[in-house]
């Protein structure tokens, strides 16, 4: 049987998304409404209508099987619409076909639909949430037999099975069976238990735990993760977490955050920083408003905290799971059933630990559908997070790091000096990621249509800020100049915009649109040997081909595009 490692860039997702308008949005995994009242409930039971007829279809047990859904705290006072009015109606379409509704009577996890999935048997998921999105948008995410966001050709079919079904049965609007059909049950209680116990079968050092002096603040950004993370400290032989007080309890309006999104670093985690300097506290955690990304910060000087990106929590998390791997398989044998996955945006060190250490990595395109997708493919035992969930989980990636601290502190080590350690065995990945908000549809599709026609049709840019650009691969069109057929590994995403650009000075660089907002996404990435460890050239010429790149290829200001304000 072989293992997978699977390292979660805890700050992606990949979503489809129209703003500013009163119509539901499909994507391969994800569903959206914004402002408004009538047409979202109009469009929601269409839209499940829709996934019904699909997965009635798709499998014959499936009034056996049944289906899971969950819900976030999201919530329109003034139209009284929010996630659990939503997930109730999507119970309401599937009772009143006679399918069983796994329906959690309160808020959970996002990642507590794909993992009761995968443990009851249930033939999808539904899990109404925006993430981290602002407060005015809803939606929700679908998950496939296999507990992974579905993809393609699924997504695909979906939607035409939604074209298919404009008019609402009349029997789905019936939110009472979500209270007094007998196919209705409350999964809560079994999987918060088989959830944590799952957990606790990872935790390695437990007795470690419990003597840690180490202290930690935890946010919930006004969501759901405040009771789940603190129980699963506790499965660790952890105390509780310090909460935020002001961010614990569920808010819809998150109305001491600019944004919930943990990805915009120290401008939202303000909070939780002044908090830890009060009390003392080393680490300090943030769960999104739906609990499936993480940002963590580490307290060095008094007054001075490191917060992580996304890439060097990916590169500690890496460290620590192959670490862990080695002291229960000291043969090196065992390493050739062994992969890491990362995506095609995340950073390249894992790469680097699969070059040096002698296992698989295998990449795969940007949101974790695509990784559930490929454990799913070698049909694998996930090792720590990939195993119970296959995808976000920002529950579990926060007292494995809780985890991961104590034990280095043990070693007179901090989260960061580790880092460094990591860099300097198999070199120095220095990454920025960062984004230009445009609105225009129009726009973004003629930016990218110059970039494949930059020098005459058909040809891609030949340099950026200096440097040669060796290798171009665009997920959008199928083209990869690297490999000898020119057609890409990674399979083929027309629906969205993707392109990567390798340059000769070994910096990788993607430009892609966002799955969930109006955006522009740009990953820049120096992947350097080892040995060379010169951080500020390094980060100096990151900087110089980043910005070069987007002057020159998104063009700003003659595009009207917003650049990030925070």
Not at 145 to 151: E, P, T, V, Y
Not at 187 to 211: A, G, Q
Not at 234 to 252: H, N, S, T, Y
Request: net charge negative.
């Amino acid at each position: 049987m072989l293992s997978s490692i699977v390292i979660p860039n805890l700050v992606s997702k990949s979503k489809f998304w129209y703003r500013n308008k009163l119509t539901v949005s499909w994507s391969t995994a994800h569903i959206s409404y914004r402002h408004g009242l009538i047409v979202p409930f109009f469009s929601h039971s269409s839209s499940l209508q829709g996934m019904y007829k699909y997965l009635a279809r798709s499998f014959p047990d499936f009034g056996s099987r049944g289906i899971v859904v969950g819900y976030d705290t999201r919530a329109q006072e003034a139209s009284g619409c929010n996630s659990e009015r939503l997930a109730r109606l999507t119970a309401a379409v599937m009772l009143c076909k006679d399918i069983p509704v796994f329906l959690f009577s309160t808020y959970v996890p996002t990642p507590f639909v794909p993992y009761a999935v995968k443990r009851l048997g249930a033939a999808a998921g539904v899990m109404v949430t925006a993430s981290h999105n602002p407060k005015e948008d809803n939606g929700y995410k679908v998950y496939w037999h296999n507990g992974a966001q579905i993809s393609s050709p699924n997504d695909k079919e979906i939607l035409k099975c939604i074209e298919e079904s404009s008019e609402p049965w009349s029997e789905s609007w019936n939110e009472s069976l979500a209270d007094n059909s007998p196919l209705r049950s409350d999964p809560l209680r079994e999987i918060s238990k088989m959830y944590m116990e799952d957990l606790s079968s990872v935790c390695f050092h437990r007795e470690l735990n419990t003597k840690s002096p180490l202290k930690f603040v935890h946010s919930s950004f006004h969501g759901v993760g405040h009771d789940y993370v603190q129980q699963a400290f506790r499965a660790f032989g952890f105390p509780p977490p310090i909460p935020v007080p002001e961010q614990k309890d569920p808010d819809p309006n998150f109305s001491t955050v600019s944004c919930p999104n943990p990805e915009e670093g120290e401008s939202v985690l303000e909070l939780s920083l002044r908090l830890a300097e009060r009390e003392n506290a080393t680490i300090v955690m943030a769960t999104d408003p739906d609990a499936d990304r993480l940002a963590v910060a580490e307290q060095s000087d008094r007054c001075r905290w490191k917060v992580f990106t996304g890439n060097e929590l990916a590169a500690l998390l890496g460290w620590w799971m192959l670490f862990n791997w080695k002291e229960t398989h000291p043969d090196p044998a065992d390493r050739e059933r062994m992969y890491m996955l990362a995506t095609t945006v995340s950073s390249k060190i894992l790469k680097a630990f699969a070059r040096k250490e002698g296992f698989h990595f295998e990449e795969t395109l940007p949101g974790f559908k695509w990784i559930g997708k490929k454990i799913h493919e070698l049909e694998s035992i996930g090792f720590l997070c990939g195993s119970m969930v296959p995808d976000k989980d920002g529950v579990s990636a926060a007292v494995v790091v809780a985890e991961m601290a104590s034990y280095l502190y043990n070693k007179n080590l901090t989260l960061h000096q580790q880092l460094e350690n990591i860099f300097e065995t198999y070199g120095y990945h220095i990454s920025t990621t960062s984004y230009v908000i445009c609105y225009d549809p129009p726009t973004v599709k003629r930016i990218f249509t110059r970039l494949r026609n930059f020098e005459g049709e058909n040809t891609y840019p030949r340099s950026s800020g200096g440097h040669s650009i060796v290798d171009v691969r665009d997920v959008t069109t199928g083209y990869d100049s690297s490999q000898p057929d020119k057609l890409c590994v990674l399979p083929m995403t027309k629906s969205s915009q993707m392109i990567t650009f390798t340059l000769q000075n070994g910096i990788v660089a993607t430009l892609r649109t966002s799955g969930t907002e109006p955006k522009i996404k740009f990953y820049t990435e120096f992947c350097a040997p080892p040995g060379k460890s010169d951080i500020s050239s390094l980060e100096e010429e990151l900087k110089k081909v980043t910005d070069t790149l987007v002057e020159e290829f998104l063009e700003p200001d003659k595009n009207n595009l917003i650049r990030r304000s925070i």
